[in-house]
């Protein structure tokens, strides 16, 4: 089963006027798949599962992660420094909902409950990669030293974000190439924990 996420990365930075209040904005959206056996809802998942691009592949789930930014300048003696740096992060996961039918054995119930928690955990490690990268570019940017003047700051400061945009884009995507790695193997095992806790209870 395949995952995806997608950076839209818009920072747009100010060399003057009032910086907006920086944060993390969350939200999570549903589709619903049917099905009463996992093959079903497998086929189901590729076909309302979230899109990354136009006429991409649908996905099992997905997060969207956009990054804004606000940075104002202040003269320090003859040079520039920032002033103010406020920097945002929004995240849109789209996960699947199933309402299991009667007519659903046991089996596929335990295979969709191992899948969809595989799928919510997978995403939420994507938004912790985005929120790292929200407070190194936070903590670079404050730390940046002065310029000799202010065009020459906020050059300075847009070259270390779209430096550290990129770093967490190959984040993202190494944590993808990872778990292409191990997602089968994982899935079975937590299958066999779930059955065995079920026959247990």
């Not at 996905?59 to 520039?80: E, L, N």
């Amino acid at each position: 089963m395949k995952r995806a996420f997608v950076v839209a990365a818009g920072l747009a930075f100010l060399a003057m006027g009032p910086a907006s209040a920086g944060g993390i904005k969350e939200r999570t959206t549903y589709f619903m798949v049917k099905g009463s056996t996992f093959a079903e809802l497998d086929r189901a998942l590729g076909v309302k599962g979230p899109r990354i691009s136009a006429g991409g592949e649908r996905r099992a789930g997905a997060t969207q992660v956009s990054f804004d930014g606000h940075v104002t300048y202040k003269p320090v003696g003859t040079r520039c420094g920032v002033d103010k740096a406020n920097f945002t992060l929004d995240l849109h996961t789209t996960l699947p909902r199933w309402e299991p039918p009667k007519r659903a054995d046991a089996q596929t119930r335990i295979l969709w409950k191992t899948l969809h928690e595989d799928i919510v955990t997978h995403e939420e490690h994507h938004s912790v990669i985005a929120k790292t990268w929200l407070r190194r570019i936070e903590s670079t940017v404050a730390k940046l030293p002065t310029q000799r003047d202010c065009t020459t700051m906020e050059r300075t400061v847009n070259a270390a974000t779209r430096k550290l945009l990129d770093q967490h884009s190959r984040a993202q995507l190494a944590f993808d190439a990872d778990e292409s790695k191990l997602i089968d193997s994982r899935l079975q095992r937590k299958v066999a924990e779930n059955i065995r806790r079920i026959a247990a209870n």
